[in-house]
């Protein structure tokens, strides 16, 4: 996921490690649900409330690209949009700097939306990177 690829290039970049990190578009089944193993467990129900994960993601992508940096109101927006969902139970829905994974309140530069949520005995993640160069989570 996104945090374990900003915390392995900040270790290559901290130990001079000679290679290049490549991180790839999160793979998302034709539903826009993030593609993952878990993903069986769900019920038809759960996978349907799911979608809401995904759709959340791309509204904050687009209120992004409309200008609005406000990481609090983004983030409430998410938190709000995703309870709206009875079998949805969030674990945490965080916005950080994507290289110090640091909590930001605008954002700027690369930052990170990732969030947990658990729909029955399923716990689900998703992110987005927005921001900065090389933003390979434009697909939520």
Same mark, same amino acid.
């Given at each position: 996921?996104?945090?374990?690829?900003?915390?392995?290039? @900040?270790?290559? %970049?901290?130990?001079?490690?000679?290679?290049?990190?490549?991180?790839?578009?999160?793979?998302? +089944?034709?539903?826009?649900?993030?593609?993952?193993? @878990?993903?069986? &467990?769900?019920?038809?129900? +759960? =996978?349907?409330?799911?979608?809401?994960?995904?759709?959340?993601? %791309?509204?904050? @992508?687009?209120? &992004?690209?409309?200008?609005?940096?406000?990481?609090? &109101? $983004?983030? +409430?927006?998410?938190?709000?949009?995703?309870?709206? %969902?009875? $079998?949805?139970?969030?674990?945490?829905?965080?916005?950080?700097?994507? +290289?110090? $994974?640091?909590?930001?309140?605008?954002?700027?530069?690369?930052?990170?939306?990732?969030?947990?949520? =658990?729909?029955?005995?399923? @716990?689900?993640?998703?992110?987005?990177?927005?921001?900065?160069?090389?933003?390979?989570?434009?697909?939520?």
């Amino acid at each position: 996921d996104a945090q374990q690829v900003s915390v392995i290039k @900040r270790l290559t %970049r901290d130990l001079n490690f000679d290679v290049n990190i490549v991180a790839c578009p999160i793979v998302r +089944e034709e539903s826009g649900l993030a593609l993952s193993s @878990r993903n069986v &467990y769900l019920s038809p129900e +759960e =996978k349907s409330q799911a979608l809401v994960l995904s759709q959340s993601l %791309r509204d904050v @992508r687009q209120m &992004y690209k409309a200008g609005n940096i406000d990481a609090i &109101y $983004l983030k +409430e927006y998410i938190r709000q949009n995703i309870s709206t %969902r009875p $079998l949805a139970n969030i674990d945490y829905i965080e916005i950080v700097d994507f +290289e110090s $994974l640091t909590d930001v309140d605008t954002i700027k530069g690369q930052t990170l939306i990732a969030l947990a949520v =658990k729909f029955g005995n399923t @716990r689900l993640i998703d992110n987005v990177i927005l921001g900065g160069e090389n933003n390979v989570s434009d697909n939520a």
